[in-house]
């Protein structure tokens, strides 16, 4: 299939509960190798199913320079120490907003063999994944900001990079 379409906040698909993935044949490769491509092109740090339409719990994130797959994912722990960054979301357009997350968490999920793995995500990729396995749960990081930044307010506050 190739390039899937994101759905923008605002439809309702964003806000379902995700079914478990319980096929791991060709279907499933072909969807977490689009998510991965449409991950990509839209220069997004992680991708989850629901996004593209699809609601089951499947997820890409970006970690350490290589994107990993996380199927049926869940946070076996988590560090008690969290960081503030100011996050964003592919199906949020030119929306930014200050969000906590743990420094680091352990994810437990399936490949799209259906084996179990278990990965370490430290800073960014901790933020990626929570902020990706929330989308399993039809929970968007607007829902845990106190207000909502555009990237121009934000250019103000910090200096554009452009300048
Ligand atoms: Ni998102």
Same mark, same amino acid.
């Given at each position: 299939?190739?390039?899937?379409?994101?759905?923008?906040?605002?439809?309702?698909?964003?806000?379902?509960?995700?079914?478990?993935?319980?096929?791991?044949? +060709?279907?499933?490769?072909? @969807?977490?190798?689009?998510?991965?491509?449409?991950? $990509? %092109? #839209?220069?997004?740090?992680?991708?989850?199913?629901?996004?593209?339409?699809?609601?089951?719990?499947?997820?890409?994130?970006?970690?350490?320079?290589?994107?990993?797959?996380?199927?049926?994912?869940?946070?076996?722990?988590?560090?008690?120490?969290?960081?503030?960054?100011?996050?964003?979301?592919?199906?949020? +357009?030119?929306?930014?907003? @200050?969000?906590?997350?743990?420094?680091?968490?352990? $994810? %437990? #999920?399936?490949?799209?063999?259906?084996?179990?793995?278990?990965?370490?995500?430290?800073?960014?990729?901790?933020?990626?994944?929570?902020?990706?396995?929330?989308?399993?749960?039809?929970?968007?990081?607007?829902?845990?900001?106190?207000?909502?930044?555009?990237?121009?307010?934000?250019?103000?506050?910090?200096?554009?990079?452009?300048?």
């Amino acid at each position: 299939m190739g390039l899937r379409n994101i759905l923008i906040n605002g439809d309702e698909q964003l806000r379902k509960h995700c079914r478990p993935v319980t096929d791991f044949g +060709p279907k499933t490769a072909e @969807l977490m190798t689009d998510l991965a491509e449409t991950m $990509v %092109k #839209a220069n997004g740090l992680g991708l989850a199913a629901p996004q593209v339409g699809i609601l089951r719990r499947a997820v890409v994130i970006v970690r350490e320079d290589e994107i990993v797959e996380l199927i049926n994912p869940e946070i076996i722990e988590r560090s008690k120490e969290e960081v503030g960054a100011y996050e964003g979301c592919l199906s949020c +357009p030119d929306m930014r907003g @200050l969000v906590m997350r743990p420094r680091h968490v352990r $994810v %437990k #999920a399936q490949d799209r063999n259906g084996n179990w793995f278990e990965l370490d995500c430290e800073e960014m990729a901790a933020r990626a994944a929570c902020h990706e396995i929330d989308h399993l749960d039809g929970k968007l990081f607007i829902d845990l900001v106190d207000r909502i930044y555009t990237d121009e307010e934000l250019d103000e506050m910090f200096g554009s990079e452009e300048d």
